[in-house]
């Protein structure tokens, strides 16, 4: 059994910061990359950041510049540090794992989902 725990998120005002966070835990032999994604009403879940096990990133054109992925991998977790808010950041962001488990089975994770509100 694997989880994906994610903590953080929160109302906040324009300009304002968060950090997310997402810890896995369970029967697992390796992670692979992990990513946040993120959902508002009637849209697709779109992808926020991503990095890979040697600390490769990518970020969306939307969050360039004010958005931070990073990993800490002796701990499963993985960060979203966000500044410069802005409203139109507004969604419930989804931490993501591509886990190897115990049993060499290969799977992807997701996190519950936390909402982040970023309003005045």
């Known amino acids: 059994q694997v989880q994906l725990v994610q903590s953080g998120g929160g109302l906040v005002q324009p300009g304002g910061s968060l950090r997310l966070s997402c810890a896995a835990s369970?029967?697992?032999?390796?992670?692979?990359?992990m990513a946040w994604y993120r959902q508002v009403p009637e849209n697709e879940r779109e992808l926020v950041a991503q990095?890979?096990?040697?600390?490769?990133?990518n970020y969306a054109d939307s969050v360039k510049g004010r958005f931070t992925i990073s990993r800490d991998n002796a701990k499963n977790t993985v960060y979203l540090q966000m500044v410069s808010l802005k409203p139109e950041d507004t969604a419930v962001y989804y931490c993501?794992?591509?886990?190897?488990?115990?049993?060499?089975?290969?799977?992807?994770?997701w996190g519950e989902g936390t909402l982040v509100t970023v309003s005045s």
């Open positions: 993501n794992a591509d886990i190897q488990r115990l049993d060499y089975y290969r799977m992807i994770g």
């Open positions: 369970g029967s697992i032999r390796s992670i692979n990359g």
């Open positions: 990095i890979s096990s040697g600390g490769a990133t």
